[in-house]
């Protein structure tokens, strides 16, 4: 099966203006040489604290935002020049589920005007009132939610309404971005029970991002760890979370609550230190060395790639341990 959707060397850099002429002094790194690679029909999960740039990946792959550097491909096409009406082939193909379920809603709209919205701007030639039925009843909605504003229903509901919305024009790639971070918990099972429905009924790509660990292992068939911009780690969920071996995704998985904190007496966690630094002026070589427990003096000027570990499993990581003791250092440079 080949890569449906490749991104190579992506890097998104905002411009920092000031001064009434408003000229550059600066520009916040987003994202720097991010490259990674979906499946058709696979869900893909990107996780890291906030701030890391998962969102602007999520936009860029999108299409809202202009990548600096770097290249996307879908489906054999290089989209990444893509502009105006070029784009509009590409729009229908992939759509995305947003964080927040009310404030991606027009609150001046009903729920089928909603969806409607999006049949009509892309010219549906069926009948628009039977396809939103339709849509409204595959998300477990009856009929009248139609006639229902975002306000009249439950986070559960809106969240459902989003998706109907993204599956209106039969999308191969769905870009859930926190789909369902801003729902209770009871709520969030509920959600993605009906995501991994939808891929296996549609054969569905996604790209899931997300900070909720125990959420993206359940989901996804792979993932990757970002950090201040940069991949981190990548693999299988299974190999990520049974054998991590970059500190800093030791660390996310180290936080995440275990349901048997007894059980876990005498396990080593990893503890990071400091705050991430701001990507206005991120640090020289490897972006992580600030906080890194095992960092060594090589990671202040040395940028470290990805490096390819066993299996599917890559890290980017200039001191990474192979066995408790001794430490086995692998050394990769650009």
């Known amino acids: 099966m080949g890569d449906y959707l490749r991104i190579e060397g992506l890097s998104v850099h905002f411009p920092v203006r000031k001064g009434l002429l408003q000229r550059q002094v600066g520009a916040v790194k987003a994202l720097e040489s991010v490259t990674l690679t979906l499946k058709k029909g696979e869900a893909f999960g990107l996780v890291g604290e906030s701030g890391c740039g998962k969102t602007t990946l999520a936009r860029t792959v999108l299409r809202l935002v202009d990548p600096t550097s770097g290249s996307i491909w879908f489906d054999g096409k290089n989209i990444s020049d893509l502009t105006g009406t070029a784009l509009a082939p590409y729009r229908k193909r992939i759509a995305a589920i947003f964080q927040d379920p009310f404030s991606s809603l027009n609150p001046r709209m009903t729920s089928g005007q909603i969806i409607s919205e999006v049949l009509q701007v892309h010219r549906y030639s069926g009948n628009i009132k039977d396809r939103v039925t339709e849509l409204l009843s595959i998300c477990g909605l009856a009929p009248r939610f139609a ?15 989003g998706i109907a919305r993204a599956l209106a024009l039969d999308p191969e790639l769905i870009v859930c971005d926190e789909a369902v971070s801003a729902l209770d918990v009871s709520i969030q099972a509920q959600i993605i029970n009906l995501l991994e429905e939808l891929r296996e009924k549609f054969d569905l790509t996604y790209l899931f991002i997300g900070h909720d660990l125990s959420v993206v292992r359940h989901l996804c068939d792979r993932l990757a ?6 991949i981190m ?90 066995t408790p003791e001794p430490r086995t250092t692998v050394a990769h440079t650009n």
């Open 233 to 322: 780690e990548m693999g299988t969920s299974e190999e990520m979370f049974s054998n991590p071996r970059h500190p800093y995704t030791k660390a996310l998985i180290d936080a995440v609550p275990e349901p048997d904190p007894l059980g876990q007496e005498g396990k080593e966690h990893v503890a990071l230190a400091g705050e991430i630094p701001s990507p206005l002026s991120p640090p020289s070589g490897c972006v992580f060395h600030t906080r890194c427990p095992i960092a060594m003096d090589q990671c202040r000027s040395t940028v470290p790639s990805l490096s390819r570990l066993a299996g599917h499993h890559s890290a980017a990581c200039l001191a990474l341990e192979t």
């Open 225 to 230: 760890v970002m950090y201040l911009g940069r």
């Open 147 to 161: 006639d229902l504003y975002p306000h009249e229903m439950s986070g559960g509901q809106r969240q459902r309404v």
